[in-house]
């Protein structure tokens, strides 16, 4: 997929700084993108070791990369590590994308929220979220920046259901009294399901090599969205129960993939586009 014989001296260069790393689907993404624009660039699986973590931020201007993603476990602990953190970065105390400035000053950023709402945005019903009643299952990094991005489209109410409430209480005390923190009860899951107009998967449950995520979709008022942020498997036990129910289903890869777009362009120099092609390298890609 990496086409060296393209690439010149004067080539810019990202990558992805995980630990492990090697089953991040970043590298088959900015790789489709570069190909597909003709770009003189690469991007590189990273695998940087928690102790490794300052000297290979610090060492990206040196070595003359444009930037980096950064994934699990590095995404709170390279906040630090920056010289200066965009509004969104700051309010989630997470980076997912560092960028490279001129006078080599490494600005962090953070896309998930970008990616996952851009993804609602993209789905061919066309999702407008203004002023509805969102209801958020989890409470770990991913959700934090998903509330953020739904607070910003206008949604008046979060409901964020997770199985440790003080997850929950702490995203209400950091975003405000629109997220309402409820405990994983039956009652708690029934009272906030009846009014929602979207729901969410932000849990790890429905991944490969854990439970399914089983919730009682015939609750759900009938035109609600009902989204999963897990990819692996793309079609997930809680997707299809949604399906199946008749509620508009909108799947995960779409947020890894728009996530990716602000990096690219700030690395690469264009905004990249989220077609049906990207999504089919990145699903079959190794
Ligand atoms: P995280 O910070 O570790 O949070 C994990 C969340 O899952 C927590 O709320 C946790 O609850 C909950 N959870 C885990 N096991 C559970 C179980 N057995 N029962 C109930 N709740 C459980 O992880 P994250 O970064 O937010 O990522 C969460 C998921 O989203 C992962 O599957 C990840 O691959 C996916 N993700 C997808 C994208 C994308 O682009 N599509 C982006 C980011 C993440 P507790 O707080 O009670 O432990």
Redesign the pocket.
Known sequence: MLNLTTLTGAARVAGVMGWPVSHSKSPMLHRTWLTRYGIDGAYVPLAVAPQNLADAVRGLPALGFSGANVT?PHKEAVVAMMDRLTPTAARLGAVNTIIIEPDRSLLGDNT?GF?FIENLKSDPAGWTGRGGHAVVL??????RAICAALIDEGMNRISVI???RD?AVRIAADFGSVIEPRP?TETDLSFALKSADLLVN????G?IG??DLSVDMALLPDHATVTD???NPLQTAFLMDAAARGLRVVD??G??LH?GRPGFRAWFGLDPEVTDEVRTAVLGGS
């Open positions: 699990i998930d990616g989890g409470a770990g990094g991913a959700a997770n199985r440790s997850k994983w932000t849990t790890a449950l991944m854990q439970p942020i897990v990819y995960g890869l947020m890894l996530q």
